[in-house]
């Protein structure tokens, strides 16, 4: 009488704790196989320690649902997934003191934001998101005291900032691209004098300043009107002179006739109350238009 040998399968099915076992191994193999990516997260597959591919980079332009999140499969044990943000992270520094061209040393506080877009470069450089910026913040010191100390205070507060920020960015930017980064904006929280003595002379200083300005103004204002009233008088005595020129006779009477407006009424055509009376023979020449200009 003989037997055939059982299957692995047969084998498998007839005994219940062996086909549990290999269900979780199964199980585990293929959880640990897959890895959910997230949308805001680019990872770098390491292959026995060394970097082999890159898993959902950041593009340019972007948008939800057209990147490459979702489950990606990788071999257990011998690869390993090193996950680095996609979004914008900040570079926050310690306030510094800079001494601007008109001496005054202010307590600035700023920040950098930055996008990693080579997630290979910067983890062969400085492994993570958190080591990049602990690179980037004393370069962001630095370059922010190079630039303020090239201008004077009053600079941070015209549009001129605006044109600091851009310079502190590009140069900022130049050194993040060595690790794979993009300088997104730089910007400065606030930049105050230091409080007491210092701050009551600078406003003092800016106060004077502000006053001398006001009276270059003023005085050019009122050097403008001179030239104004000039040229007006002049123009005025040319009328005056040609419309004498033309009718002499009429020229004398519009004069006698503003003349006594001003002598017997007044300028705002009001008899002035409690003035000197004046008496005139009716043959004084000062009246000779009264008599028909004879």
């Known amino acids: 009488m003989s037997y055939e040998n059982p299957?692995?399968?047969?084998r498998l099915l007839a005994n219940p704790v062996g086909l549990m076992v290999t269900g979780v191994a199964v199980l585990v193999a293929l959880v640990?196989?897959?890895?959910?990516?997230?949308?805001?997260?680019?990872?770098v597959v390491l292959r026995l320690g060394k970097p082999d591919r890159i898993?959902?980079?950041?593009?340019?332009?972007?948008h939800p649902g057209e990147t490459g999140a979702g489950l990606v499969a990788h071999i257990p044990i011998i690869e390993n997934i090193i996950w680095i943000d996609k979004t914008i992270l900040d570079i926050d520094m310690d306030p510094q003191e800079v001494l601007s061209t008109d001496q005054y040393r202010l307590n600035v506080d700023a920040y950098a934001r930055f996008r990693v877009v080579d997630p290979l470069q910067m983890y062969s450089s400085v492994r993570s998101s958190d080591n990049l910026a602990n690179?980037?913040?004393?370069?962001?010191?630095?370059?922010?005291?190079?630039?303020?100390?090239?201008?004077?205070?009053?600079?941070?507060?015209?549009?001129?900032?605006?044109?600091i920020m851009t310079n502190i960015k590009v140069g900022l930017d130049r050194v993040a691209r060595q690790y794979g980064?993009?300088?997104?904006?730089?910007?400065?929280?606030?930049a105050d004098l230091p409080?007491?003595?210092?701050?009551?002379?600078?406003?003092?200083?800016?106060?004077?300043?502000?006053?001398?300005?006001?009276?270059?103004?003023e005085a050019d204002g009122f050097r403008q009107a001179q030239i104004i009233r000039a040229e007006a008088d002049a123009e005025a005595s040319k009328i005056y002179a040609e419309a004498f020129n033309k009718d002499p006779d009429f020229y004398d009477f519009y004069r006698a006739m503003q003349s006594y407006k001003l002598t017997f009424i007044g300028a705002n055509g009001v008899s002035p109350k409690g003035s000197t009376s004046i008496i005139l023979s009716p043959t004084n020449d000062y009246l000779r238009e009264f008599r028909g200009g004879k």
Not at 7 to 10: K, N
Not at 55 to 62: Q, R, S, T
């Open 55 to 62: 898993i959902n980079a950041y593009h340019p332009g972007e």
């Open 195 to 217: 409080s007491g003595t210092p701050l009551e002379s600078a406003f003092e200083r800016m106060k004077s300043a502000r006053q001398q300005e006001a009276l270059t103004i």
């Open 135 to 163: 690179a980037l913040r004393p370069i962001l010191g630095s370059a922010l005291r190079t630039e303020l100390g090239k201008r004077p205070f009053v600079a941070l507060l015209t549009p001129e900032r605006d044109q």
């Open 7 to 10: 299957s692995f399968s047969e």
């Open 32 to 43: 640990t196989s897959l890895s959910a990516v997230p949308e805001t997260r680019q990872g």
């Open 181 to 190: 980064a993009r300088i997104v904006d730089v910007r400065i929280k606030r």
